[in-house]
């Protein structure tokens, strides 16, 4: 076989242009002039958006929709940018790694809209006067929210690699650059798009929520889907309140089936596994792009350069040693252990001496025992949500026809911000003058419970055919066949979504705590409601107190309840 | 270690005199240790000498732990000696040195990269320029039989072709050594030969781009089919017990009464050692609690006893004709071998297997009488075992978390050896109903579950 061959069976038949060439020509060029368009507006100075205030004209919505969608894209390339820098550095260096992966784990569990509080300042000061710092503040919050645990999936990834790849590259002389690029990338793929999809249906909610904020003195009202909401609500404008929902199911569809579908069906490939099994992912947008003839020998300078990269000459230093001989020096690590701990005290007075100056013990209290009630009310929650969506699920999951209908509507359900549902909530407690205390509650696991039903849906699914046999032919039924059959085997699934959904909870109070229409402000007591208002009187003080303890409050949960009911699922009860 | 494998290392003198500057590797008292559970060092290869020249096929043969993919991993750069001198034309090695390429066992493919762009992989690296790349690869895709499939994924293949990559991946750089590491073994018989015989064949007729080949391997006949020259290890340190010349001329056929001859002579130096020298050894690696288990379960044993009481074997069995038989690898049959003489309910001997009068008992005994008979020769052959026991007679509790025992038992050897002599334990001790073990909270203890 001659070169020649290769290439041309590679590259597709021939580069005349077909009928889908036009249509995924349009569609290309259509995306570049609406990022272009909305780029262009995040230059003005700040003053611009006074004199253009946000207008409730549903006409306008459109364009609203296309800015909270570019926050959304520009936060998704800086999440990756940062995941593979990051997640490289703390796999390849053991005395990073020491500080690298429990800040992650901690910063996973900092409440994102607490954090926005301080980026919002920062990022305004950055840009005085321009409309550039306040993107960037929302910006910021979506990264928050997708960048630590896409790292993390990474991280884990490149401590997996198996072995005799690895062995392999350095076998064939593959520089630390080439290695990179060419072992470790593709092969944390699947992982990294899994989880950034994950990320970004959380991120929907974040970009609501920071599209419209005050801080203190500083009030932010950035065009975009979640301005729009805001100042339905203080018109009392219902219409535009469901105009707003509709433009956001939308994009939302738009973005699953434009960017997401195609990219997790290409990502097919990387899978690792040494035999074809299942079924592929399928995506129309994929397909199309596939059949266009000129348009894929555009992609070629696309995948020349990819090559021109990874085989870029970069030394890098090997930093984890290959060989088990020669262990680390003792010294080194007892300095560098010293630092951090020294580093570590430094920053403890740093926050104590600040948080000192202006509260005292009693503050701690009174925000310890706000996180108390918020705990409370995230725990019987996800009970009750367990409770509702649990059986629901198991009987959807066992029918794979009515599963396969109803799975996307719960994923596209998880993805949806809630908060944009959040005013027709509390219209209702204001009309009928519920209690606030009580009836917010159900706005923090609004968004979040579908977790709970679609892993569930996902792990009745896959319980294996011959097991629900078994258990018919012993005659098991009623609540033997719950406790002895079904259960046991989604509950790894159950406790993924669970994670999920109490951790989201636990964001959401920040903004469910706290509600208004119109003129009317309603608020329950909790950590969330403490650190909202905190954050609107703009002190500083009461505000770290709050992310502080609802920090550690998340961290306790996590350590004491759902990591070992992970263990137990992961070891007692993973099927196959 | 003990010493006791001094009598056995017989390297041919001839090593040393035909030894010359030109050799392409050299290897000099090189020793391996790894570091084991309790912190010191664990002997895995003790002093090696090996040269390797210009035209010939090397096999090292050897039972699992026996250092020798170690040492091809010290030859291939990736693994450094603990001391001694190895070196490439001259030069130490110190990462994988230029013109030394290698097959792995498990394939080493890259699943994302089509079977072109595995190949061309290696010539990318070394950064040889797109058109030399792609007609280098071709040329190499073309001699080990891929044509057709360039375009393939690794999991469209099969296995033997998913090896093929692998063979065309390392030939496609030109090396002058092609280290190969057990290629064979993750391939079912049929698909195995094939390729073996392939590869013997481009090789006779010189159109292999390399200078000499030096393969790991466990399998007896494979060694003996393949390669000039054959270093059989001993284990537990791993040291090179002979060296043997196998001046059959190819292509060799397995029925050949030379073969043949071969192949018992290898076996019988492999069990040689099996037998007792001195009573505290006994031909078991380790002695006392530091005694490691292979994971053999239970019910093979059994059915092994069987079949040697039965015919035609009555108890006494030549183990390559056991093996072909059973098919089962040398290793496999000798490790299965070595339980039975720990357990005492058979002798090893000049690859040969023979039942004691213990062994001819049990395989007449029925279900408990045959548990009860194991329990006894574990509690009485096996030191860990006994220990287990008394202390859980001695506890008022009668329970004894498995940290206990693992931690005694890392004492002596790897971590990975003590997770598998314990589950080796666990086994055991279920089967002949010495004591349960819990493996949520991983305690032993004397209850009985009902």
Redesign the interface.
């Known amino acids: 076989?001659?070169?020649r061959d290769?290439r041309t069976?590679?590259t597709g038949r021939t580069l005349l242009p077909n009928v889908w060439d036009v249509a995924v020509l349009i569609l290309v060029i259509g995306a570049m002039v609406l990022i272009v368009y909305g780029g262009e507006q995040t230059t003005a100075p700040l003053s611009e958006l006074e004199r253009t205030p946000v207008s409730l004209d549903p006409s306008n919505l459109p364009l609203y929709a296309l800015r909270t969608t570019l926050r959304m894209l520009l936060a998704i390339v800086c999440s990756t940018i940062f995941t593979f820098i990051y997640a490289a550095i703390a796999a390849k260096s053991r005395r990073a790694e020491m500080v690298m992966i429990p800040l992650l784990d901690i910063l996973q569990s900092v409440p994102i809209l607490g954090f926005l509080t301080f980026t919002v300042v920062f990022f305004m000061n950055l840009f005085p006067g321009q409309v550039l710092g306040a993107e960037l503040a929302s910006v910021f919050a979506i990264f928050t929210s997708q960048a630590w645990n896409m790292t993390f999936s990474m991280y884990q990834s490149m401590r997996n690699v198996?072995k005799?790849?690895e062995?392999?590259t350095?076998?064939?002389?593959?520089?630390g650059w080439?290695r990179f690029w060419?072992?470790d990338v593709?092969f944390a793929?699947p992982g990294l798009i899994w989880n950034a999809m994950m990320s970004m249906s959380g991120g929907w909610f974040f970009v609501v929520a920071s599209e419209a904020i005050t801080v203190g003195n500083t009030t932010v009202t950035l065009p975009g889907v979640g301005s729009y909401v805001a100042m339905a609500i203080q018109q009392q404008d219902l219409p535009a309140i469901f105009y707003a929902m509709l433009a956001m199911l939308f994009v939302i569809v738009a973005y699953d089936q434009l960017l997401f579908r195609p990219i997790v069906a290409w990502a097919d490939?990387?899978?690792?596994?040494?035999?074809?099994s299942g079924e592929a992912p399928a995506s129309w947008m994929l397909d199309l792009f596939r059949r266009t003839r000129a348009l894929r020998a555009l992609t070629l300078p696309f995948s020349a350069l990819n090559r021109a990269v990874s085989?870029l000459?970069v030394p890098l230093p090997r930093l984890r040693p290959?060989?088990?001989?020669?262990?680390p020096s003792r010294l080194i690590d007892v300095l560098w252990i010293g630092l951090i701990l020294a580093g570590t005290a430094y920053a403890a007075w740093l926050t104590y001496r600040y948080l000192s100056a202006s509260l005292s013990l009693s503050d701690v209290l009174i925000a310890i025992g706000d996180g108390m009630i918020t705990l409370v009310r995230v725990a019987v929650l996800i009970g009750l949500a367990t409770l509702v969506w649990v059986p629901i699920g198991v009987w959807i999951g066992l029918r794979p026809k009515l599963a396969e209908r109803i799975q996307p509507l719960a994923q596209f359900l998880a993805a949806f911000p809630a908060n944009l549902a959040f005013p027709v909530f509390v219209l209702a407690i204001v009309r009928f003058k519920l209690a606030p205390d009580v009836w917010l509650s159900p706005l923090m696991i609004l968004g979040t419970q579908w977790y709970i039903l679609f892993n569930v849906i996902a792990g009745a699914s896959a319980f294996p055919s011959d097991l629900r046999e078994a258990a018919s032919s012993l005659h098991l039924a009623g609540w033997r066949w719950w406790f002895k059959v079904i259960l046991p085997g989604i509950f790894p699934y159950y406790v993924t979504g669970a994670i999920t959904a109490s951790g989201g909870s636990w964001n959401a109070s920040i903004v469910a705590e706290v509600a208004s229409w119109g003129d009317t402000h309603l608020k329950a007591t909790g950590l969330g409601a403490y650190i909202a208002s905190a954050t609107e009187a703009g002190d500083f003080p009461r505000v770290v107190l709050g992310i502080a303890v609802m920090c550690i409050l998340v961290t306790l949960f996590n350590r004491l309840v759902w990591r070992p009911l992970y263990a137990i699922g992961e070891?007692?009860l993973r099927l196959g | 270690m003990p010493s006791v494998n001094a009598a056995c290392v017989s390297v041919d003198e001839e090593t040393i005199v035909l030894d010359q500057p030109s050799a392409l590797i050299d290897i000099r008292g090189v020793c391996r240790s790894f570091p084991k559970g309790s912190g010191e060092q664990l002997l895995v290869l003790d002093k090696v000498d090996l040269s390797i020249r210009s035209g010939e096929i090397v096999g090292l043969l050897g039972r699992s732990g026996s250092g020798k993919s170690t040492l091809l991993r010290i030859i291939a750069g990736l693994v450094t000696p603990s001391s001694g001198s190895a070196t490439c034309r001259g030069e130490t090695i110190i990462g994988p040195p230029n013109g030394v390429a290698m097959v792995f066992q498990s394939f080493a493919l890259f699943p994302w990269l089509t079977v072109l762009q595995n190949v061309e992989l290696g010539l990318e690296a070394l950064g040889i320029d797109a058109t030399e790349r792609r007609k280098r690869a071709l040329a190499a895709i073309d001699l080990i039989g891929l044509d057709g499939f360039e375009s393939a994924f690794p999991k469209e293949l099969s296995g033997g072709m998913r090896q093929r990559v692998g063979f065309a991946r390392a030939l496609v750089v030109h090396p002058d050594l092609l280290l190969m590491d057990e290629p064979f073994s993750a391939l079912d018989v049929l698909t195995a030969e094939t390729l073996r015989t392939d590869l013997i064949d481009l090789w006779i007729e010189g159109r292999l781009p390399i200078k000499s080949v030096l393969m790991v391997t466990h399998n007896i006949e494979e060694a003996v089919l393949m390669c000039d020259r054959i270093l059989v290890f001993s284990s537990n340190p791993g040291r090179v017990a002979a060296e043997i010349k196998v001046e059959l001329p190819h292509p060799r056929n397995r029925l050949d009464p030379y073969f043949r001859q071969f192949v018992d002579n290898i076996y019988a130096r492999m069990t040689q050692r099996a037998e007792p020298k001195a009573p505290s050894i006994e031909g078991i690696p380790g002695t006392g609690i530091g005694m490691t288990l292979h994971h053999v379960s239970s019910n093979v044993l059994s059915g092994l006893i069987e079949t040697l009481a039965g015919p035609p074997y009555h108890g006494h069995a030549d183990l390559p004709v056991l093996a072909s038989q059973l098919q089962f690898e040398a290793d496999e049959i000798l490790h299965l071998g070595e339980s039975l003489q720990l357990l005492r309910f058979a002798q090893l001997s000049e690859g040969d297997l023979m039942l004691t009068e213990a062994g001819k008992r049990f395989a007449h005994l029925d279900t408990d009488a045959r548990k009860k008979l194991f329990a006894e020769h574990l509690l009485t052959y096996v030191p860990v075992m006994g220990l287990i026991r008394r202390v859980l007679d001695e506890r008022p509790s009668h329970i004894a978390p498995a940290t206990r025992f693992r931690n005694e038992l890392e004492d002596y050897m790897s971590e990975d050896y003590a997770s598998e002599t314990l589950k080796t334990v666990v086994s055991w001790g279920r089967y002949a109903e010495l004591f349960a073990y819990d493996e949520q909270s991983e305690t032993f203890s004397l209850e009985n579950p009902g």
């Open positions: 076989m001659k070169p290769i069976a590679a198996p005799d790849l062995e392999a350095q076998s064939f002389h593959l520089s080439q060419r072992l593709p793929m490939k990387f899978r690792f596994e040494q035999t074809a085989n000459r290959a060989k088990a001989g020669n262990p070891r007692r």
